[in-house]
């Protein structure tokens, strides 16, 4: 089945030729995110193309990039500084030595390959388009046969070669395919055999995720930061990362398969469940609350309260099978907030967070409406 994937589904992996205009800022002030941001005439600019060149430079000999490291790539500021002859041959000197120079982390590699199809269409220069190829590529390869993507590839040993939904590393990569495959702006730059390669990833990937949906008897519900790359068993990532599911992860993998047009029966099912799995997930009556304590260590402490005028907020780890949010310590589940150590309460977002609210109120209602205009 062919799938065709339409809007925009996430603010931070929109495609960059056709986001809002944004200020342009001078090149000293320019983060990596706001080039990102920018209109489309801005990236002919000769700025952008410098930035672009930087792009290329922070580019592995197989295709990906690295990240949030400026000293080699450029999640900061590093990309867009002028950088003299000196500092590029350190650069790529410190590249080749690196072990694992390639991640879907943190936005790395999609980004980039983002960044450099809309400098290519804007410009038309055969190297920015050489690069996004190349990036494509290494997609291509580091895709499992199962449809998922790691952390790494090459695969570094450890939970980094699990099938990574965490922090958008897989969607982040599907949808550059996809986008690549259908021949969207500014992502039609390759050839046609190139694109039915993407394609047949496309489907393999929107398979992947379908099969790694977990189920909870016979309801489908949402995913693991992490699967198993031949199983798709919900995984282990680190130490605080058990098999759960995803309070967070999963809406953007949800807002995915909304953007498909003209779903298949399965497809429908798995945002059906995933949603419906939402709001049972929901928990209510209660806030996070940070409060000053001068006897911990910052002089603060986070706490669970209780609140009947509370917006519903959800758990980042849910349990398998009871839908209890899991609160994890050294590898040990416990249930409560409280129960955890001090730097642990306070260190990680456990709970609390309105991920999925946007997806209930807009998202979800605005795709049922126009599944229903589809069906007239």
Not at 67 to 91: C, F, V, Y
Not at 205 to 228: K, P, S, V
């Amino acid at each position: 089945m062919i799938y065709q994937v339409t809007g925009n589904w996430h603010a931070i992996l929109a495609l960059v030729a056709t986001v809002s205009a944004t200020c342009v800022v001078p090149a000293r002030d320019r983060s990596w995110r706001d080039c990102l941001g920018e209109d489309s005439e801005w990236y002919g600019s000769v700025e952008a193309q410098r930035i672009a060149d930087n792009v290329l430079l922070y580019q592995a000999e197989i295709g990906g990039w690295y990240k949030n490291d400026n000293s080699i790539h450029p999640s900061g500021h590093a990309a867009t500084e002028a950088l003299t002859e000196e500092q590029r041959r350190a650069h790529q000197d410190l590249l080749g030595k690196m072990r694992f120079p390639c991640t879907l982390d943190n936005g790395a590699t999609h980004s980039e390959m983002r960044y450099l199809a809309a400098v290519c269409k804007a410009t038309g220069e055969a190297r920015f388009r050489e690069g996004f190829v190349k990036g494509v590529r290494y997609l291509l390869k580091a895709q499992y046969p199962s449809g998922g993507w790691p952390q790494f590839y090459p695969l570094r040993p450890g939970y980094s070669s699990r099938i990574t939904f965490n922090d958008g590393a897989m969607i982040g990569a599907l949808s550059v395919l996809d986008a690549t495959a259908r021949g969207r702006a500014p992502f039609d730059i390759i050839d046609p055999p190139l694109r039915q390669e993407c394609m047949r990833a496309v489907e393999r990937g929107i398979t992947c995720i379908l099969r790694c949906q977990i189920r909870d008897g016979e309801q489908l519900t949402a995913w693991c930061q992490q699967h198993e790359e031949l199983t798709l068993a919900p995984a282990q990532g680190r130490i605080s990362e058990l098999p759960s599911i995803s309070g967070a992860e999963s809406v953007d993998v949800v807002r995915y398969l909304m953007s498909i047009k003209n779903p298949s029966a399965e497809v429908v099912a798995a945002v059906e469940g995933a949603v419906r799995w939402f709001r049972q997930a929901a928990v209510t009556g209660v806030r996070v609350v940070t409060v000053a304590d001068a006897s911990l260590p910052g002089g603060k402490d986070r706490r669970i309260v209780e609140d009947a005028e509370a917006e519903p907020v959800w758990a980042r780890y849910y349990e398998i099978g009871t839908n209890r949010p899991m609160f994890i310590e050294q590898g040990v589940v416990k249930y409560t907030l409280a129960e955890l150590s001090h730097s642990h309460r306070t260190g990680h977002g456990w709970i609390g967070g309105r991920w999925p609210a946007g997806l209930l109120a807009v998202d979800y209602p605005a795709w049922r409406e126009e599944r229903t205009k589809n069906r007239d």
